[in-house]
């Protein structure tokens, strides 16, 4: 399968400076793209248009040539940055997890997950195993693309590292398609196939950020 | 090297509620040793919400009302506690918060920078130094960027010209270039004797900027070394924490030790780090004291045996 | 032995915050019981009694026709806090309906609620609920009414707020790109967000509801002369205060103080237990 994105352009209001100028990205399975740069330049953006949380002003984001389906379970899913304002802290950690399917305990064991935590509220897990929660729930067979957004920016080197190489298995296993976004260069060479920096792809004169 | 501010044994403690009105006492931080010399920077290096800032906080004195706080700490060999710090705030030690919120959103930024000691001229030489264009002290934080605010918040640290600066994580959403660019300036400060606690999750920041790196793990320092142990290879650093994160960094092996940090209340006895330790034995369960090694402090029961 | 650098001293905050409630509840709820069940018998018309001092009889004294003045306060304030209940449950039902519209719908929904909510809020709330009452005929009927319709401003903005915030939120937009429905999602997710929020802002209208009522009643716009109503006491005090009859004002008015004084003690009691930041202080 392949998510592509076409001379996409964004901003956020009329009068706001453009973020996103003509930007074209394609992601097949079973690659993982990471999109490097400091911040300000638009990455999140970017996220957020291919896994269909923004439309693009102009251009298009396309899923096998045809559009990202508006109804239903995306197979575009996207993981962000803080996984605790990504669940709703009202709910207890099962209700999240289970939200969509329903995981099994083999794929629960792969991820880190205890089932002791499952009768617990968001808060009183740490932002590494909530982001262990946040991952499972969107990795049910009908997901193919993973947009992750500094997925593991918050979280301490020797989480990091549990949490790239337990999502790297799935996705290999999967082919799973994924673009990661990061800041940091040697993360990104890590767990890559492919950098874009977006600095580079972002065709828009910057006279100061 | 002269001390500036030194931490011994420090405990905080914040009673809770537990179901309704059971309480009860939830450690954060124990038996937390650290000391900062005349200009240098020490990074506190721990992941996010396990407690760092807290440590600046009860320091500081600024913790609710429900903190209890026990241990020693001296400025400069004087023993201070919560209320004798005061004297000392705003003139030889400030703190730049985390959060731009601590900014007065209705007083002109220039009055907030000069407060109650400072005087119109060092304001106009630090805006300056800071690259705050004239006519931003007559502005109020609304109007001013984010960068600009945190501009702000360190122009208004340095009002009184402190020896010892208290930063918790003072670059938050940059990336580390912009951060180490934007850290210059404190690396400056330090040159010219100023001592700074610079609270960080960013390894690699810390690496780039600091002298000494505190690890700081489940509410504790494990090690307190110098930074060139810490780079390139984890060989020469004392505790098997530092050791195991160091390996982890993405630019080094990438492998992952098992288990995640304890909780504040679920700590296991003895050595913070023991349940995920490969040399865990008999010593790892009593009272394990800081001790020097190699020119580092650990606290660890086997620091000395390799 | 460690040294200590700061301590709490504190007394148990839930617990002493927990009792302030009760206390406040049993008053309020006191009053409202026995208001509603006495009868007219207990603040009757006897002329040999008139203005009679606070006394081991009659506590609060007794006005200018004999009638025992901590019965008719008692009455008085069960009748404000009756008025209170349906303005308030009317109020926050206008509030609940247009600040989720407003919010779900945007647009030009949105525009005609947030006029609204700025012409009812710019507009002096008192000669707003005089004029209304007055239209609708004054007595019970038109004060109720002029309360009702005049309470939902402050809190369907609070509301509107709400969905907003919790609609934008990224475990709302997550759950949509799991394929959940728009119902799904409100009932799971926005529903209960609001509700919390829902109760604390109904119990802080009380106070002001009563206040409203008992002022525009002073005025003489409100509930009728036969009425018991504090706002009739405190007017008909006003012609007797000069010739020393203090009571008459005194008590029905730290009565009225009191019930208002607890109603917002038990909404902002509320609000820091329900939110996680200030829950353990």
New interface residues.
């Given amino acids: 399968m392949q998510l592509t994105g076409e001379n996409i352009n964004f901003k956020y209001t009329k009068k706001s400076p453009w973020i996103l100028k003509d930007i074209s990205i394609t992601i097949n399975s079973g690659e993982r793209v990471g999109v490097v ?3 300000g330049y638009g990455k999140s953006t970017l996220a957020k248009i291919l ?3 923004l439309k693009p002003l102009a251009g298009s984001v396309s899923l096998d040539g045809g559009d990202l389906p508006k ?4 197979p575009v ?2 993981i ?1 940055q ?1 996984p605790e ?7 207890k950690m099962k209700d999240i997890l289970e ?2 399917w329903v995981p099994d305990d083999d794929l629960l064991g792969r991820m880190g997950i205890e089932k002791k935590w499952f009768t617990r509220w968001p ?1 009183e897990l ?4 909530l982001q262990r929660f946040c991952i499972a ?2 990795l049910s067979p009908k997901t193919k693309f993973l947009i992750c957004d500094e997925i593991t920016t ?9 949490i ?2 337990l999502l790297l298995d799935e996705a290999k296993k999967r082919e799973l398609g994924m673009m990661i976004i990061t ?2 260069k ?2 990104a ?3 890559c196939t492919s950098i874009i920096e977006l600095p580079e792809l972002n065709h828009i004169e910057r006279a100061d950020v | 090297m002269e001390e500036l501010l030194k931490v011994k044994d420090l405990l905080v403690s914040f009673s809770m509620y537990k179901k309704g009105f059971h309480k009860y006492e939830l450690e954060v931080i124990h038996q937390l040793s650290l000391d900062i010399n005349k200009g240098e920077i020490v990074a506190v290096v721990g992941s996010s919400g396990s407690g760092k800032s807290i440590l600046a906080e009860a320091v500081l004195g600024l913790l609710p009302k429900n903190a209890t706080v026990t241990g020693e700490v001296t400025y400069k060999g004087n023993d201070i506690d919560e209320k004798s710090i005061r004297k000392y705030l705003g003139k030889d030690i400030a703190y730049i918060p985390q959060s731009v919120d601590h900014l007065d959103p209705v007083m002109k930024v220039g009055d907030q920078v000069i407060g109650v000691n400072g005087t119109k001229e060092r304001q106009e030489e630090l805006f300056e130094q800071y690259n705050l264009p004239k006519g931003t002290e007559e502005k109020y934080p609304f109007q001013c960027s984010g960068g600009m605010s945190r501009r702000i918040l360190v122009t208004s640290a340095l009002m009184g010209r402190p020896d010892l600066i208290i930063a918790d994580e003072p670059t938050p959403g940059l990336d580390l270039k912009m951060a180490l660019e934007a850290l210059k300036d404190f690396r400056e400060l330090a040159d010219n004797g100023t001592g700074i606690l610079l609270i960080t999750h960013d390894i690699d920041l810390a690496l780039g900027v600091a002298d000494r790196i505190a690890v700081f793990y489940a509410g504790s320092v494990l090690e307190l070394a110098p930074v060139e142990d810490f780079v390139h290879n984890s060989d020469k650093l004392r505790h098997p924490y530092s050791q195991s994160l160091i390996k982890a960094l993405p630019q080094n092996d990438f492998t992952p030790i098992r288990g995640t940090q304890p909780y504040a209340g679920d700590l296991p006895s003895g050595c913070l780090f023991s349940p995920r330790c490969w040399l865990r034995d008999d010593k790892c369960a009593g009272n394990i004291p800081m001790t020097e090694v190699r020119g580092g402090k650990v606290r660890c029961a086997h620091a000395a045996d390799g | 032995m460690h040294k200590i650098y700061k301590k709490t001293g504190l007394m148990n905050q839930r617990v002493v915050l927990l009792i302030t409630m009760i206390i406040a509840l049993i008053y309020l709820l006191g009053i409202f019981i026995w208001g509603c069940c006495l009868g007219e018998d207990s603040y009757a018309v006897n002329f040999d009694t008139k203005f009679l001092p606070p006394s081991g009889e009659h506590w609060f004294g007794t006005d200018n026709l004999g009638r025992d003045m901590f019965f008719r306060s008692v009455k008085g304030l069960s009748i404000s806090m009756v008025i209170g209940l349906i303005a308030v449950a009317i109020s926050s039902v206008i509030a609940i309906v247009m600040g989720i519209l407003s919010a779900v719908f945007g647009g030009w929904v949105d525009r005609v609620v947030n006029f609204a909510v700025d012409l009812c809020m710019g507009l002096p709330h008192l000669v707003l609920l005089i004029l209304i009452s007055f239209m609708m005929g004054k007595g019970v009927l038109g004060i109720t009414v002029a309360v009702a319709v005049t309470h939902w401003p402050s809190m369907t903005r609070m509301i509107r707020q709400e969905v907003l915030q919790v609609r934008s939120s990224q475990y709302v937009l997550a759950a949509y790109k799991m394929g959940k429905t728009r119902w799904q999602v409100a009932v799971k997710h926005i529903i209960p967000h609001i509700l919390p929020v829902y109760f604390i802002g109904v119990t802080l209208l009380f106070p002001h509801a009563i206040m409203h009522e008992s002022s525009v009643t002073f005025l003489g716009f409100g509930l009728p002369k036969e009425l018991p109503a504090i706002g009739v006491i405190l007017a008909e005090a006003m012609t007797h205060i000069v010739t020393g009859k203090w009571w008459l004002a005194v008590f029905p008015g730290l009565m009225l103080l009191i019930a208002v004084i607890f109603f917002d003690l038990i909404g902002e009691g509320l609000k820091h237990l329900l939110n996680p930041n200030t829950g353990n202080e």
């Fill in positions: 740069g400091p911040s896994a269909g949380y109804k239903g379970y995306s899913q996207m962000y803080h304002f990504s669940v709703n802290p009202r709910l939200e969509a808060s740490s932002g590494g195993e729930r969107v918050m979280l301490d080197a020797i989480t990091q590292a549990q790239w190489n800041h940091n040697s993360l060479e890590r767990v």
